[in-house]
């Protein structure tokens, strides 16, 4: 693998499309776990949201462990457990729970965002102050999930304790960066919908980056940034099926969200031209087209960004063209599946 071929990943939201429902969106999703898994992608990351019919990746931890059933080789986690929503013993528990059963395998990835809107965020949160106490909840977790602490200490994670679950800071902000670079973790930037920080922010946690906090897992700063991305085997059948993703985020823009529509092909007609703005503005960290349209447009943004490692996510109507853009893309990056 080259330099510019970092490792690629996998981020699911488990998304819903219009026509069916949650059960066939989470089947779905294992099957591409397990396709993801034999292509040679190197993580398979859920992300918690709520209160949104577009998605059902609510419970990370659960999906999590399904996928974990179905898979033998590739890392899983959560890409991310929204902290503000549970208590840092809780998620030890959890996640410590998953290393105990499937080893290794385990990612913990995590934002200080609640992952949804106000009034449901309000019926999650554990408390009014929990937001404000971000930096210490990851340094208990961190604790929760490290050596024995012995006899002494009142409160352990069982299971949990001893199984290192590596954690990861996310953000789409420059706050998530300066978090990841004071507690020394690796850092994983959302410009693939949140694009205009994403040169401040991941130049500032190079930056801020110490390994002095006490809890700092890698000894150099470690990027992955995330990227929409579809492949087709021409530009415009890739174009024509990521009608679908910007339908979403126009969603997004009219308060009007719901399961995934089948692609158009006059986008700006079905959703109009402000839409089509915002949706080309939010989704502007994408690589769409043939496989070497693709490869080239995602070499280029690691160059840009002096990425790590890339995370990608894709969405289509027809869950049958999403595996079919995972394994264009793998063979045209070169990943290996071999066990």
């Known amino acids: 693998m080259t330099a510019s071929r970092v490792p690629l990943s996998v981020l699911d939201l488990v998304p819903v499309a219009s026509g069916t429902d949650t059960a066939t969106a989470l089947d779905q999703s294992v099957e591409m776990v397990g396709l993801a898994d034999s292509l040679g992608y190197h993580r398979y990351w859920y992300a918690e949201h709520h209160n949104v019919i577009t998605f059902a990746s609510s419970a990370t931890s659960l999906l999590i462990g399904r996928a974990a059933e179905h898979s033998t080789r590739i890392r899983l986690g959560s890409g991310g457990v929204m902290l503000p929503n549970h208590s840092p013993l809780m998620v030890a528990e959890y996640y410590g729970t998953l290393a105990e059963m499937y080893g290794d395998r385990i990612d913990l990835g995590l934002g200080r965002a609640p992952g949804t809107d106000p009034t449901t965020a309000a019926a999650l949160r554990r408390g009014a102050a929990a937001t404000d106490t971000f930096i210490q909840d990851v340094v208990d977790l961190h604790r929760y999930l490290g050596p024995d602490d012995g006899p002494e200490a009142e409160v352990q994670a069982v299971p949990g304790r001893g199984t290192q679950v590596p954690l990861w800071m996310l953000g789409s902000s420059l706050d998530g960066a300066a978090v990841a670079a004071y507690l020394g973790l690796p850092y994983a930037f959302a410009s693939h919908f949140a694009p205009q920080l994403r040169h401040e922010a991941l130049a500032l946690y190079r930056e801020r980056f110490t390994t ?90 690691v160059a840009d960004l002096e990425a790590d490692e890339l995370i990608i996510t894709t969405y289509t109507y027809d869950p049958a063209h999403r595996a079919r853009s995972f394994t264009l893309l793998a063979e045209a990056w070169g990943l290996d599946g071999t066990p």
């Open 212 to 301: 002095e906090s006490g809890i700092a897992e890698i000894k150099r700063p470690y990027a992955m940034a995330g990227v929409n991305v579809l492949v087709a085997p021409t530009d415009d059948e890739a174009h024509h099926l990521f009608t679908t993703a910007q339908q979403m985020v126009a969603g997004i823009y009219t308060g009007r969200r719901g399961p995934l529509r089948p692609p158009v092909r006059d986008l700006e007609t079905v959703i109009g031209p402000q839409a089509a703005r915002f949706a080309d503005d939010f989704q502007q960290v994408r690589a769409v087209g043939s496989p070497g349209t693709v490869v080239a447009e995602l070499e280029a943004l």
